[in-house]
């Protein structure tokens, strides 16, 4: 499995960016799609998640702005971020998940390269 995200750039806090990740190959293990970030000097973390079955996960701190979606035939998630805030500045990556050994689907098994997103106040 291979991905790649785009749509990373500046804007403004309050601003929207929509974040793309394509998908190729195939991975019999895989049950869902997520994104993580992260910022200069901290560990990457949770954003939101979404299973191959429809269901969402996101982080408490971007309930509400953010939303995770895909488009099946086109093979690619989607992040769309709204009322952007300064510190949701990061570098921002797409992941393929696959089960965990408690039924979790929470495994990271593949990354893209991520891109950047810078949010100024």
Not at 38 to 47: I, L, M, S, T, Y
Not at 68 to 87: G, P, R
Not at 88 to 102: P, Q
Request: proline share 1%; charged share 15%; net charge positive.
């Amino acid at each position: 499995v291979q991905l790649a995200e785009s749509g990373g750039g500046s804007v403004q806090a309050g601003g929207s960016v929509k974040l793309s990740c394509a998908i190729s190959g195939y991975s019999l293990s895989r049950c869902g799609m997520g994104w993580y970030r992260q910022a200069p000097g901290k560990e990457r973390e949770f954003v939101t998640s979404l299973s191959t079955g429809g269901t969402t996960r996101y982080a408490d701190s971007v309930k509400g702005r953010f939303t995770i979606s895909q488009d099946n035939a086109k093979n690619t998630v989607f992040l769309q971020m709204n009322s952007l805030k300064t510190e949701d500045s990061a570098v921002y990556y797409c992941a393929a998940l696959g089960w965990s050994r408690y039924g979790s689907c929470n495994v990271q098994q593949f990354w893209g390269q991520g891109t950047q997103v810078t949010v100024s106040s």
